[in-house]
T-cell receptor
């Protein structure tokens, strides 16, 4: 069974701190890796994608991928209360199906 | 429209009732996906269309679930004889390049079976 595992949290950080969200996956054939943000009552929104080992930065967000360890993470620098949401990790193996983790609830305290 | 549109936004069904959920993908998007998201869980794959062809329905939980996309655009997810365990948010997504580039979800339909 292909699985994506995330710590469900909640993860609570003070405003301005770095939030670190982690994800592991079981399928070594996974090719593409994504982070979605989901506000309460809303649909998931794609915020980061990463395809090769290393870091990818976009504004305050950095995605990190380590295929050998089957590990992907998301760092949020200078966390803001508006970053409070559930963060979903998702991976693809085939060319069409996304497998999601259960999500980590992040709360940024003012 | 600019995004994926789903209707209705909310649906309350009595147990045993049939329901139909509609998805209007982004214009020109070949690929269309349905996902089910239970409370506190991540979305789970239900089915995938490429144009009008349903290429994968392996995620449909039972034969009470049926999806179609007859003209390769609008899609309908039908659930027959709804049960309480069908209560969830049903998400539709479309893509013009396949999941390897991620895809855009609609706002979802929240189904509550009472």
């Amino acid at each position: 069974q292909k699985e994506v595992e995330q710590n469900s949290g909640p993860l609570s950080v003070p405003e301005g701190a770095i939030a670190s969200l982690n994800c592991t996956y079981s399928d070594r054939g996974s090719q593409s890796f994504f982070w979605y943000r989901q506000y309460s009552g809303k649909s998931p929104e794609l915020i980061m994608s990463i395809y090769s080992n290393g870091d990818k930065e976009d504004g305050r967000f950095t995605a990190q991928l380590n295929k050998a360890s089957q590990y992907v993470s998301l760092l949020i620098r200078d966390s803001q209360p508006s970053d409070s949401a559930t963060y979903l990790c998702a991976v693809t193996g085939s060319n069409y199906k996304l497998t999601f983790g259960k999500g980590t609830l992040l709360t940024v305290n003012p | 429209g600019a995004g994926v549109s789903q209707s209705p936004r909310y649906k309350v069904a009595k147990r045993g009732q049939d329901v139909a959920l509609r998805c209007d993908p982004i214009s020109g998007h070949v690929s269309l996906f349905w996902y089910q998201q239970a409370l506190g869980q991540g979305p789970e794959f239900l089915t995938y269309f490429q144009n009008e062809a349903q290429l994968d329905k392996s995620g449909l939980p039972s034969d009470r679930f049926f999806a179609e996309r007859p003209e390769g655009s609008v899609s309908t997810l039908k659930i027959q004889r709804t049960q309480q365990e069908d209560s969830a948010v049903y998400l539709c997504a479309s893509s013009d390049r396949g999941a390897n580039y991620g895809y855009t979800f609609g706002s979802g339909t929240r189904l509550t079976v009472v």
